[in-house]
């Protein structure tokens, strides 16, 4: 976790995590982008022990309200997590009609070899900034969540942005298995 003063010491206590793509880069401007991640997700909600309470997808971040379920480790999901999904977006990025292919790629590739903490691309910062809910209630992050696409001015109302959890807590299904607060 790079030497942060946010760490999981609960492995199964609920937190507000924030993983970033390194630099800020706007990665998640492609549908296909975006559906690895709710792909990856959902996959690990129904093999990984992972419960999501809330979550939203940014174009260079992803927030989540969440923990996993024993034997399973939060810690453990977050680095298998960033790993596929590293592996698979930067497959994606060579694969699809992507104009800034290039860039993408040599952004990436000199992460890795700035850090040595990958192999090829390294796509995801180290930091999770993991925030322990068990003295606050996750309701409170909820609205924080679902309005970053409303601030972001890509969206009028929360509900109405496709990579949230908004549209479960408005009685609409989403896109990723959500557990309601």
Not at 7 to 17: A, G, H
Not at 31 to 51: A, D
Request: contains cysteine; charged residues 25%.
């Amino acid at each position: 976790m790079g030497g942060s003063r946010y760490i999981i010491t609960d492995q199964n206590q609920t937190y507000f995590v924030t993983c970033t793509i390194v630099g800020w880069i706007d990665l998640f401007t492609r549908p296909e982008y975006k559906n690895i991640i709710v792909e990856s997700l959902n996959h690990c909600i129904n093999n990984k022990g992972l419960v999501l309470n809330g979550w939203v997808l940014m174009t260079n971040h992803i927030h989540f309200i969440g923990r996993c379920e024993e034997p399973y480790k939060l810690s453990d999901f977050l680095w298998d997590f960033k790993k596929f999904t590293s592996k698979k977006l930067a497959t994606a990025i060579k694969e699809i009609p992507e104009s800034r292919r290039e860039w993408l790629l040599d952004k990436f590739s000199f992460e890795a070899r700035k850090t040595n903490r990958a192999e090829n691309y390294k796509i995801w910062q180290d930091d999770n900034h993991p925030i322990d809910l068990q003295d606050i209630d996750p309701y409170q992050k909820l609205p924080y969540i679902h309005e970053n696409p409303v601030k972001a001015d890509i969206v009028e109302f929360p509900e109405h942005y496709i990579y949230s959890s908004a549209k479960d807590y408005s009685g609409i299904k989403g896109l990723v298995k959500v557990e309601l607060i």
